[in-house]
């Protein structure tokens, strides 16, 4: 008799099929179009079958999460344990952000291409951008930050900019952002 596979290793291999699928979508969407593309050539591109697909995905466009839930965690510990307040705190939250995508340039790129073949992924990316928003507002106004919706929309409008830049230009991606909140603290003539 074998040995069952350990829980870590089980794990691993379900985190690693999840990113196989994910870039295996990026990559079909961002080169054939987001209607072009089937659950089952994504799957045969990973080697496993649709069903396979849909343990780890309710829908085709759901590839762009982006780490939806991941990324709101962070906003939120991120916002809990500054003592930083208004702008600053804002800052030090789009930076946890921006420091959980900063080794994903290439998949973020992939991402922006395919979005840019469908208003279904537009819709998703702006979904979970959104959420992100809102996220950041409700932690800021838990925290009593005067307002919070405005403070959130700024920070998220710094955190796009950045993200564009860095797709674009390269370079670190928290550098772009505190260029961003940068030009926002920036004397005006």
């Known amino acids: 008799m074998t040995d069952p596979v350990p829980a870590g290793r089980r794990e691993q291999h379900k985190a690693d099929t999840r990113r196989a699928l994910e870039d295996a979508a990026l990559r079909r ?3 054939d179009g987001y209607d072009a593309t089937s659950v089952q050539s994504i799957a045969a591109d990973v080697g496993v079958s649709a069903r396979t697909f849909f343990r780890y995905f309710a829908t085709k466009d759901e590839v762009l999460d982006m780490g939806r839930g991941a990324r709101q965690a962070q906003v ?3 916002v809990r344990s500054s003592e930083a307040r208004g702008l600053e705190l804002v800052r030090v939250a789009v ?3 921006a420091d959980g995508l900063a080794d ?3 998949r973020v790129a992939l991402r922006q291409r395919a979005a840019a073949s469908s208003p279904v992924l537009r819709g998703r990316v ?3 951008i959104g959420s992100w928003e809102r996220t950041l507002a409700a932690a ?3 925290r009593g930050e005067p307002g919070a919706d405005p403070l959130a929309a700024v920070g998220v409008a710094v955190f796009r900019s ?3 830049a860095w797709v674009r230009d390269g370079g670190d991606l928290t ?3 505190d260029g961003g909140f940068r030009a926002l603290a920036a004397p005006r003539r």
Request: no cysteine; aromatic share 4%; glycine share 0%.
């Open 175 to 177: 550098t772009h952002v």
């Open 140 to 142: 800021l106004a838990d």
């Open 126 to 128: 702006l979904d979970t």
């Open 95 to 97: 930076l946890a952000l």
């Open 76 to 78: 939120r510990d991120a």
């Open 29 to 31: 969407f961002a080169t």
């Open 104 to 106: 994903d340039r290439a």
């Open 162 to 164: 950045a993200i564009t």
